[in-house]
């Protein structure tokens, strides 16, 4: 891979090497999605992993957003 840039090399890696948060995946209210654990029984969503289209339009599914969850 070529990456044409002004920018330092420095700086366009940095943090790469830096270790990623655990996710997990699992269903809250009927949608699929990769969630960050900040508790045990909450979370921050990373991405949906959900196919309906409606779901991404939802605001309260937005990635960033904490959520609440309970294991059933």
Known sequence: MILYTAVPIETVLEGMDDPRPATVEMTVNG?????EPVSPYSGKIVRLLSP?????LNPDYAPGKLIDFRPV
């Open 31 to 35: 949608v699929m999605m990769q969630i």
């Open 52 to 56: 309906d289209p409606t779901h991404f």
